[in-house]
């Protein structure tokens, strides 16, 4: 039987907080809906977390446990969710509890007011500066060389269609950035505020080293304005070259020819050399992800589940 309302939560490294997690999407859920599922995709963090998650599917048979092979990272395990729900409406969430289940009632019912997407735009971020400020940071460069407006204060936290989980799981490439081709699809869409939870224990997995792969990776992989930037430059260059030269060729006619300085020659070669092995090197990383595309490897790979592989919703 299809459940009413699916709610998918990745899971990295959050023995401690599941138990708790489960408690309160319980209340919550039950004043929407009794017909829900919840899906935890464990991605392989190394800690109890699939013991924990296999004793709730027990005790519960409206949650669904779902552990990779090894760490794919958290968009693989939200797409994996979302290729085994089953809802007229799911819910996408973090586990850490910075994200509210309280919250769900209030986006399920904005989306009923005609929205196939409510996201959750968290107020007074409870994150580290360095975070927040890195975050920041990249969604600023992220909208701009992906030309369109992605609000990055919404993260993950949203309630989507039937509709958009169709057309999100039509899209296979490999690199992966659920906020990014949610926004892409263009889906009539609203947002409301939302407080932004406590994390339950610990502190965020993504170091400054991770958010720095994801942010370069997420870019080339959703905009080919880097490339035009660099066609740009190097117009712009080649254009103030040939203005130099006529700027010299016309001082030595009326001046006289000059020794052309040792220093201003290195610097200028060093200046040249740099910008076309940076050109070099952005089409060698849109080369290297062309490569990776051709591939066609699976997105993830499945070790075990709670539930029949075959039955889930194709």
Known sequence: MTPHLSVVVPVYEAEN???????RLRLALASVTDDYEIILVEDCGGDGSWRL???????????????????????????????????????VMDCDLQDRPEEIPRLYAKANEGFEIVRARRLGRRDPAIKRLTSWIFYRVFSYLADFDYDGSSGNFCI???????????????????????????????SIDVEHGTRFEGKSTYTFKKLAKLASDTIIAYSDKPL????????LMATTSFCYGIFTLGKALIHGS????????????YLIGGIVIAILGILGLYLGKAFDESKKRPLYIINRSTFDEESHCN
């Open 17 to 23: 907080c599941l138990e708790e997690l489960y408690r």
């Open 53 to 91: 998650i296999e004793d709730l599917a027990r005790r519960d048979k409206r949650v669904r446990g779902i552990q990779f092979s090894r760490n794919f990272g958290q968009h693989y395990g939200i797409t994996a969710g979302l290729d085994y729900s089953r809802g007229d409406w799911v819910v």
């Open 160 to 190: 989507m269609s039937r509709k958009v989980v169709t057309n999100y799981r039509r899209m296979g490439e490999q690199l992966r950035f659920f906020g990014g081709l949610v926004t892409w699809m263009g889906f009539p869409s609203s």
């Open 228 to 235: 035009r930037l660099a066609v740009r430059f190097g117009f």
């Open 258 to 269: 000059t020794v052309p300085g040792w220093t201003s020659l290195m610097v200028s070669l």
